[in-house]
């Protein structure tokens, strides 16, 4: 079983490295930011699936972390884009 959790660890990993492209080349910035949230999200999955296949149940604290820094990017960035935040002009 841990071979195949591996094993979806690298396919995870292979949609991450698809995620950094889109983030490069994103034509807009909401579109770098939802790749944000995919490498956020695949992150978690990633280490989730390490921590069964490698019994470390610290990886699964590193998890939530990340899933937490995931979720107050995406509060930022629409606080920060357009129609939000304190610094607009009246």
Do not use: C, H, K
């Not at 079983?1 to 094993?7: D, G």
């Not at 978690?44 to 990886?59: D, H, P, T, W």
């Amino acid at each position: 079983m841990p071979a195949l959790q591996l094993a979806l660890a690298a396919f995870l990993l292979a949609t991450l490295a698809a995620g950094m492209v889109r983030i490069v080349l994103g034509p807009t910035r909401a579109d770098s930011m939802l790749a944000a949230q995919l490498i956020g999200t695949t992150g978690v999955g990633i280490l989730l699936l390490l921590a069964e296949a490698m019994s470390a149940s610290a990886l699964r604290d590193v998890a939530l972390a990340l899933a937490l820094l995931a979720a107050l990017a995406a509060v930022a960035f629409v606080r920060r884009g357009p129609g939000g935040g304190e610094d607009e002009a009246p």
